[in-house]
């Protein structure tokens, strides 16, 4: 099958900068519309103006993943605009504390960590599977961590949420593996992203000291793996965590 994605459209939560930007534009450049949603829109416009500078297509939307009422608005919103939604990966995502152990966190830390990476995917799954299951065809990325596979100490609340996650998309997947829709997940390891940007030095360069390659990924990196498997091309795989961490972890 082809890596083409001409004539189709994605949806790219989170698609406001990072990761999920760096998604944006790989999967405008296999030729699909993409749908760039995310908190702040004046990012998501940016990268939209990046995209038409490029020659591709693209549009923009707000989106408050935490807000389950808005997150269906949204998706089914774009579907009746579209048509359809053939692709949709969810880059939504926050490090939360870091740099402090977990016995020293409040109840209060894992909850806010976990609205954002882990029910904002929940929501956005049960959003945008109605359509595909219909349509008997779509590709669901979910960006997770390496973290999520093996922890880092001191991020408990992060790594938590990105293991909760993977497993998420391991037993979804499964549910839909016979309806014509594949949902993935992907796990790097730290990526120049701004999601770092208030990550202490000291977790920095323990993350680093963790990867073979012995240096930090790029999310253009990421953004190439995720427009694949996201792709007509990926489509026996599902359930399945991509490894993107330099040789961190392998399994």
């Known amino acids: 099958m082809s890596e083409s994605m001409v004539g189709q459209i994605a949806v790219v939560a989170g698609g406001g900068s990072g990761i999920g930007a760096a998604s944006a534009r790989a999967i405008a450049a296999k030729g699909a519309h993409v749908v760039i949603c995310d908190l702040r829109i004046d990012n998501a416009e940016k990268i939209v103006a990046e995209i038409k500078a490029a020659g591709g297509a693209a549009s923009a939307r707000l989106l408050d993943a935490t807000k389950e009422v808005q997150v269906h608005e949204v998706i089914n919103s774009i579907h009746a605009d579209h048509g ?6 969810n880059a939504v995502g926050i490090t939360g504390p870091t740099g402090i152990a977990a016995h020293l966190l409040k109840t209060e830390d894992f909850v806010n960590v976990f ?5 904002s995917a929940i929501y956005m799954n049960a959003a945008v599977l109605p359509h595909m299951i219909k349509a008997e065809y779509g590709r669901i990325m979910h960006v997770a961590s390496i973290s999520g596979k093996d922890g880092n100490p001191n991020m408990a609340p992060y790594s938590t949420s990105k293991a909760a996650m993977i497993g998420f998309v391991k037993a979804t997947a499964k549910e839909v593996a016979t309806k014509g829709v ?6 790097p390891a730290v990526v120049r992203s701004p999601i770092n940007e208030n990550t202490p030095e000291e977790v920095m360069k323990y993350m680093i000291s963790r990867i073979p390659m012995g240096r930090i990924g790029e999310a253009s990196e990421a953004g190439e793996m995720i427009a694949f498997v996201v792709s007509p091309a990926c489509s026996f795989t599902t359930g399945f965590v991509f490894d993107l961490s330099g040789g961190r972890a392998t399994y």
């Open 115 to 119: 609205n954002v990476n882990l029910f």
């Open 84 to 89: 359809a939604i053939h692709a949709f990966v």
């Open 182 to 187: 594949t949902i993935n997940s992907i796990a």
